[in-house]
């Protein structure tokens, strides 16, 4: 996977992540990128974006052998990703769709 793909959805995490600030007090996510999978021999990168007030996590994989690909989960902080993800061509893939996954997935705080 190139640098310029991740840089890529870092931007658009950063753009997703401040609109929702701007509209959502009670939502604060925090984005972080992790290269773990790397050191475990496994040639993808993830992000993940946490709602500390639920517990709830969105996970994002960019695997190397799949480029145009993301890879995506809607699980929680505390338990082990399912291992089924679902996925969105990498061009698809816009700040509005981060913003709304988290709006819809972080707002309803259970």
Known sequence: MSDKQLKTLCDLATEAHHLIQQNFEDINPVVGVNHKM????VPADAMTIDCLKS?????LV???????IIHYQFSFKDKDPDSKFESIPFN???ANTIYEWMRDYFSNLQ
Do not use: A
């Not at 517990?55 to 996970?59: C, E, F, P, Y």
């Not at 960019?62 to 145009?68: A, R, V």
């Open 38 to 41: 790397r050191s475990n021999g």
């Open 55 to 59: 517990g709830k996590r969105i996970i």
């Open 62 to 68: 960019l695997h190397d052998q799949q480029p145009d």
């Open 92 to 94: 698809e893939l816009t």
